[in-house]
């Protein structure tokens, strides 16, 4: 198959271009705004250097004639304080690829949805995809994925012959997203390091949060592809990742910080612009719910190969090391580096993309 992907040098791209390579037998065209070296994963694949914020629908088609399938991955987490930015290009550019895909006459379009389009949980109990997509008012990037979420309902609705997936994982996690976890959650000043070091964890005890690997999702999407399966799938592994598991894998010890009083931390450092992360996360993190599966295993037969502790200690431990992927949306994260960077064009929360 002729498979375009869209952000296919990010955290869960890097993945998919693994999983599809293995299958050795996919013309594959990546996506991406910079356009990474032809090492790892990023090597054997052709490359279109588009910005989904800015560039036309024309672009964007002319990428896409003659594809099978496109795999729609791109998305922005900074900079927190440019909704405008973040909107266009997380909503904004999910329709231009669904104008560019109709154009193209693509028969199918993956599109990477997230448990963050779910409404919020009225319980404990695992959801299946049929709970609501209306997202946590709240947070920028559950309006953003809710949003993303209608147009794909209009898609469906005026383009029957299109298969439409839609695949809803929880938190992505793997070693080689660890610099640029960094990059979107600490200050530039604070350096990696810093993470072997945590003896107190202050977070509210009811957390409880779904994870999954990112291996695991590129093979959910290699699966999608193979049988052009339509519809939504939740994407999770067990068990849900809690205030404690994180306290273990940092080595810290839990402090409970009721979610009210840590919300209220994060939005005046936030506004403050002493660090990145906005406080939507926050309140994201303690609405989400836990993901059914079900469906993922009885029609695609997938099922996680990596347990969610797995993921999380993988995934701070590439925090803690400052692993990195080789392209620009994984590169390498130090404290000098990210000086200069907020020097030269800002901090990476109001940073506008060149």
């Keep these: 198959m002729r498979i375009v992907i869209t952000g296919a040098s990010g955290n869960v791209g890097s993945a998919v271009l693994r999983r599809l390579h293995a299958d050795g037998r996919h013309d594959l065209v990546g996506v991406a705004r910079r356009p990474p070296e032809a090492v790892g994963p990023f090597a054997g694949v052709r490359w279109a250097s588009v910005d989904l914020a800015r560039d036309d629908v024309t672009a964007l088609s002319s990428v896409f004639a003659g594809a099978d399938a496109v795999v729609h991955l791109a998305w922005g987490f ?20 669904i104008d560019a895909a109709t154009a ?17 949980r009225r319980g404990d109990e695992p959801v299946d995809e049929s709970w609501p997509t209306d997202g946590v008012p709240t947070s920028m990037y559950s309006r953003h994925k809710a949003a993303a979420e209608r147009r794909l309902d209009m898609l469906e ?27 979107y959650g600490l200050p530039a000043v604070v350096p990696s390091r810093i993470l072997a070091h945590v003896p107190v964890l202050p977070l509210d005890r009811a957390l409880a949060i779904p994870m999954v690997h990112a291996d695991d999702v590129a093979d959910a999407v290699a699966r999608v592809l193979d049988a052009r399966a339509p519809g939504a799938f939740n994407l999770s592994a067990t068990p849900a990742v809690t205030a404690d598991l994180i306290a273990v894998a940092l080595g810290a010890r839990l402090l409970h910080v009721p979610s009210a009083v840590l919300r209220a931390t994060v939005s005046a450092s936030w506004h ?15 609405a989400v719910p836990l993901l059914d599966t079900s469906r993922a295993a009885s029609e695609l037969g997938w099922a996680p190969t990596h347990d969610a502790v797995e993921v999380l200690d993988e995934t701070i431990a590439g925090m803690r090391d400052g692993a990195s992927g ?26 506008r993309a060149p």
């Design 104 to 120: 193209a006459g693509v028969p199918h379009l993956v599109h990477m949805s997230s448990v963050g389009a779910y409404s919020p």
């Design 272 to 286: 403050a612009r002493v660090q990145p992360l906005d406080p939507g996360w926050i309140d994201l993190a303690f």
């Design 326 to 351: 080789g392209s620009p949306v994984l590169r390498p994260r130090t404290v000098a580096s990210s000086l200069v960077r907020a020097a030269r064009k800002g901090p990476v929360s109001i940073r």
């Design 157 to 183: 609705r005026h383009e029957p012959a299109m298969t439409v997936s839609r695949l809803r994982p929880g938190i992505v996690g793997q070693r080689t997203a660890g610099s640029a976890l960094l990059r």
């Design 78 to 97: 900074q900079p927190s304080h440019r909704e405008d930015y973040l909107r266009e290009l997380g909503v904004g550019g999910t329709g231009r690829v």
